[in-house]
Each structure stands twice: as structure tokens, then as C-alpha cells.
């Protein structure tokens, strides 16, 4: 059975960090393009990051850069999203999603594959 499992979300202050995972089964991994996406109370779904399966290149969306870092270990199929600086605006529930072509693209609609999410709070 396909699935993605997201973990690591939870309440911080401003300015403190969180590392979420996503842990898959069913498949592997380092074949699929993995991004993070993330969804705020009445706002639409927004990619934050995505690693290609080619060469583990990463892209992130401008609002994260610098802050957010992705990384994969293939050893435990599983895909990690370590946020530094949170700010309040990060605030939302992370999913994270597995495209099968491997290379990534910017429309959730794309994904095969999605987790349940996990909520990140940011708030003094």
C-alpha cells in the first residue's frame, strides 16, 4: 500500500525551528520528485519546496528561501523539511506530495501521492 506519512509538525514561537519528515512506503523514494506544500485557513495550497528525483536538485518558493532546507534519506525512504526562523505566516498545515515522473512541478493537481499533513502553529 502507497503511502506518506507526515510527522514532526507542532507549536513554536517566532523565530524557532521544526524539522517535519515524511516517511514513505509502498515505493521509493529516489524515484520520485518530492515537494512540500503547504495549505493557512482559507488560503489555496502553496508549494514550499520540491526535490527532483534526477539529481536531488531542490527548488523552493521565494517566501522560504533561506530558511527552509529539504533533504532525503534514501536509507530510511524518507523525506525531511528542517524551518529555521518560523514567522507567523508560516503557519498552516505541510503535506507533502510524490510525483512519479520525478521531475518537479508547481501544480498540487500533478502529485500522485499525498500525506495527511501535519499542522505547524507559529505564535507567542
Known amino acids: 500500500q502507497v503511502q506518506l506519512v507526515e510527522s514532526g509538525g507542532g507549536l513554536v514561537q517566532p523565530g524557532g525551528s521544526l524539522r517535519l519528515s515524511c516517511a514513505a512506503s509502498?515505493?521509493?523514494?529516489?524515484?520520485?520528485?518530492i515537494a512540500w506544500f503547504r495549505q493557512a485557513p482559507g488560503k489555496e495550497r502553496e508549494g514550499v519546496s520540491c526535490m527532483s528525483s534526477s539529481d536531488g536538485s531542490t527548488v523552493y518558493a521565494d517566501s522560504v528561501k533561506g530558511r527552509f532546507t529539504m533533504s532525503r534519506d534514501n536509507a530510511k525512504n524518507t523525506v525531511y523539511l528542517q524551518i529555521n526562523s518560523l514567522k507567523p505566516e508560516d503557519t498552516a498545515v505541510y503535506y507533502c506530495a510524490a510525483l512519479g515522473f520525478g521531475v518537479c512541478v508547481p501544480s498540487p493537481n500533478s502529485y500522485h501521492y499525498w500525506g495527511q499533513g501535519t499542522q505547524v502553529t507559529v505564535s507567542s
Open positions: 509502498g515505493f521509493t523514494l529516489p524515484y520520485y520528485a
